[in-house]
């Protein structure tokens, strides 16, 4: 077992398939830092591996918001609070990484597409000791963040595919409407060029 391992994600929404991912990662380190990627509008970029990453209507969240699910979300399925940090996590300015988190430990991945395979090889070309969890492809994911947002914004069920925390978490804060007016502001302009 790693003393100290990372892992990072978007999170916007965390989904099952996320826990799947973070609670891997934390059995097999004592302590686990979780980046949250795209921390704001300013350390958001465009990836040519993950285009639609960039978007505003695909980053509703606040890292605040992504931290309290998270934390919430662990907590409920009993993982000891010692034993994590949640802290940002700009993969798109690789060179901010370390003012974050720290080189001397293992980086968890899990890796589905080339926005998975960029990501490897950037934390590897900055030294990190990476290991992949386990490759899939698009077909064998439980869910994504894009498909959680798309059954918000279309009145869906999307609760069985998040845990509860962050299901109760989303609609005490109003994300749910936030997301179905910025997934309804996107269509309007997409109408509009049209």
């Excluded at 973070?22 to 509008?41: F, M, S, T, V, W």
């Excluded at 699910?69 to 802290?87: H, P, T, W």
């Excluded at 934390?123 to 386990?134: K, P, R």
């Amino acid at each position: 077992m790693d003393s100290l391992g990372v892992i990072h994600g978007r999170f916007q929404m965390l989904h099952k398939g996320h826990m799947e991912y973070l609670l891997a990662g934390k059995q097999r380190c004592e302590h686990l830092i979780i980046g949250i990627a795209n921390p704001d509008a300013s350390l958001t970029k465009y990836s040519k591996a993950n285009p639609h990453r960039s978007e505003s209507a695909a980053n509703p969240l606040t890292y605040f918001e992504r931290y309290q699910m998270i934390q919430g979300a662990l907590k409920e399925y009993g993982i000891n609070q010692e034993s994590f940090d949640i802290v940002p996590f700009p993969i798109n300015y690789p060179e901010l990484l370390f003012n974050y988190v720290p080189l001397n430990a293992r980086y968890y991945i899990s890796i589905y597409d080339d926005w998975g395979e960029e990501k490897k090889k950037t934390l590897e070309s900055l030294g990190c000791d990476v290991e992949v969890m386990w490759r899939r492809t698009p077909e064998e994911r439980f869910t994504s963040g894009t498909e959680v947002r798309k059954r918000i914004a279309s009145h869906q069920p999307w609760e069985d595919l998040v845990p509860e925390y962050v299901h109760e978490y989303t609609i005490e804060h109003g994300i749910d409407i936030r997301i179905y007016e910025m997934a309804n502001q996107r269509l309007e302009k997409i109408n509009i060029r049209g």
